[in-house]
């Protein structure tokens, strides 16, 4: 009988290779396997029966081993805190800024079409079959290859690197939320005037003035204090001269890597508690803002924009690949995180309806900020009496330091809605930076344990230091520039090919019968047809349609009124490729190098027997 689910795992595991029956709760053998000399000679701590040879099982049986193994593995101490550490990842900063621009510019309310029927038959399909992996195999991204297809294990360290890229790049935007934070101390807020040291003669505040000429060369303060007093651009000649560390930044992200480490250290046991207040504080500063942008003057313009449907967008092929690409990007399949996450799981929990609910929860918050940001946008519209496309032309995180602020700041009590909004942009990005470290921490300690089971804190504090100085280059006055060519290089298409050969993988050399007997055997039922269909076929189409889409006709790369050389998009290529050359690097190790026949250097499951305790039961 089994005692727990790693006897169960351990039984799939040895079903390669004798003929065994894993079901009901039960190990039996199909046949009685017949013991050679050979077999009695392995190894002390083998999986072969102890005993004189030939002996089998049919006569006066041997001793046979009963597999035990001491799972010291840590587990959530609620299954909230599981609930809110996965809502948490997957509702983060681009919920608030990419998905209201990506909807207004691909037909407003017509969008919603695309984007539904991408997240049914792509990203959901994706975000459970990753929930469901990481719970029954209970591992981290990279040695969980070792139980699917270990020819693939490329893919884990590829996740791990893609991660490392991410902490350098998003922890800094976090950094600059900081700094705005503090800044909103301050009775009249530093971005409302033109009278500051770091504005320039083109700065035009056009609030609570009449008969103000506006032209391509006028500035808001919001726009200056960004550019000029938070990230000193102007200091820097491009990515040939990014200048000096702004020191103010450097102590910020000091701040935000502190956070982390503390609340990373000792594993879920404290992250799962620190998620009820970054994970829940964002909906009620979202609400608030909300109901304050629904009684701005001019919301409802904001709002008609928003969601008046431009059907003809429907039948551009873009528009199809934008809806996949924020789907994707916003559920999080593939970064390892989902797969770090529910490893922590009991195993029987009910992962189908975790990842229901979740990426339910996800794709509503992204259509609620909409409605955050596009009533303020409408009252922007009104105040500067231009069209609401004029003032929403911003993306990124453009939008969040210029375009916001600046409503907030000319709105009544503009202190208190700054402060509150800076704290929900640090708790939406903290949450993602938890669960993408979490994600390297667990790959690695689950790959490397006899090293670092018992030194996690020394590990997670090697880990951040190393992210804290791979940011440094992000905090120079050009380090938006950085930011920028990481964003765009470091993750997008190396992510994206990730994920599809993990669906392949899988789906077709794991298979997907197997695969459905693992969720049986957590779940009580085998998945449906439809989730069959889509693993097979369906969502690595999906992921397919958008690499070959973004690879064909790639965007050009602008920041503010600063063209990205050629030399910087080939320095950009190569950083993506630095992340997924470690796919086919494993491959061709794993090929010339290990022993065995092509089918257990491929795709046969390894089975490691080091932490196995054998103790002979009559």
């Known amino acids: ?19 065994l029956t894993c079901s009901d709760g039960r190990l039996a053998f199909d ?13 002390t701590g083998s999986l072969s029966a102890q005993g004189p040879s030939n ?12 597999i035990t193994q001491t799972n010291s593995r840590d587990k959530w101490s609620k299954k909230m805190d599981f609930l809110l550490s996965v809502i948490g990842f997957a509702v983060d900063l681009g919920n608030v800024w990419r998905f209201p621009y990506i909807c207004y510019q691909n037909g407003g309310g017509a969008f919603l079409i695309p984007y539904i029927v991408m997240a049914i038959f792509g990203g959901v399909p994706l975000f459970y079959m990753e929930l469901a992996l990481g719970q029954f195999h209970r591992t981290g991204a990279i040695s969980i290859w070792k139980h699917i297809c270990p020819i693939f294990k490329g893919i884990g360290y590829a996740i791990c690197v893609i991660a490392l890229y991410v902490s350098f790049y998003y922890n800094t935007i976090i950094a600059w939320a900081l700094f705005y934070f503090y800044s909103s101390f301050a009775s009249v807020l530093p971005w409302t005037n033109c009278d500051n040291a770091w504005n320039t003669e083109n700065c035009t505040n056009y609030f609570l003035k009449d008969n103000v000429t506006w032209n391509n060369y006028s500035r808001s303060p919001a726009e200056e204090f960004y550019t000029r007093n938070v990230l000193e651009i102007h200091k820097s000649d491009g990515l040939r001269n990014v200048g000096g560390v702004r020191w103010q930044l450097m102590l910020c992200l000091f701040l935000i890597f502190t956070i982390v480490y503390f609340s990373l250290w000792k594993g879920v046991k404290t992250s799962g508690k620190v998620v009820w207040v970054t994970a829940t504080l964002p909906y009620v500063v979202l609400f608030i803002l909300l109901i304050r942008g629904a009684t701005l003057p001019g919301a409802w313009k904001g709002v008609v924009f928003y969601l008046k449907p431009k059907w003809e967008k429907l039948f551009e092929t873009s528009v199809w690949v934008d809806a996949a690409a924020q789907i994707f990007f916003s559920l999080g399949p593939g970064f390892g995180v989902l797969l770090a996450l529910s490893s922590y799981n009991p195993f029987t929990n009910n992962c189908y309806r975790d990842a229901i609910v979740t990426s339910l ?14 009533t303020v946008l409408g009252y922007m519209a009104e105040k500067r009496n231009v069209n609401v496309e004029d003032v929403a032309r911003d993306k990124g995180p453009s939008l969040l330091f210029i375009t916001y602020p600046e409503a907030i700041a000319n709105m009544t009590g503009s202190t208190f809605f700054a402060i509150i909004f800076f704290v929900m942009m640090i708790t939406l990005g903290l949450d993602s930076t938890f669960g993408g470290l979490e994600a390297i921490i667990t790959a690695v ?44 290089f470091g993750v ?7 994920g599809f050969l993990e669906a392949i993988a899988v789906s077709w050399f794991y298979g997907i019968t197997r695969f459905s007997n693992d969720i049986k055997s957590m779940l009580g039922y085998s998945p449906g047809l439809f989730w069959k269909v889509c693993w097979v076929a369906i969502s690595p189409a999906f992921l397919a349609y958008i690499i070959v ?8 790369l602008q920041l503010f009124d600063y063209k990205y050389p050629d030399w910087s998009i080939t320095v950009g290529y190569v950083i993506g490729a630095s992340s997924f050359m470690w796919i086919p690097i494993y491959m061709v190790y794993k090929l010339v190098w290990t022993p065995g026949s092509l ?13 196995l305790n054998m103790s002979p039961v009559p």
């Open 31 to 43: 046949s009685p396997p017949t013991m050679t000399r050979q077999d009695t000679a392995t190894p």
């Open 599 to 611: 089918k257990q250097r491929t795709i046969m499951p390894e089975i490691h027997t080091d932490s």
């Open 492 to 498: 997008g298409s190396s992510i994206i090919a990730v």
């Open 445 to 488: 300690m689950d790959e490397y344990p006899g090293y670092l089971a018992n030194r996690r804190e020394l590990f997670v504090l090697g880990l951040v230091v190393v992210c804290f100085l791979g940011s440094l280059s992000t905090l120079t006055n050009g380090g938006a520039y950085v930011v920028k060519l990481l964003e765009e």
């Open 55 to 66: 002996t089998g099982y049919n006569n006066n049986p041997a001793p046979v081993p009963v």
């Open 1 to 19: 009988l089994f005692k727990d689910e790693v006897d169960y795992n351990i039984c799939i595991d040895l079903s390669v290779f004798f003929k």
């Open 361 to 374: 929860v996800n794709c509503l918050t992204s259509f609620m900020s909409g409605f955050v940001i596009f």
């Open 549 to 556: 889409s973004s690879l064909l006709k790639p965007p050009p």
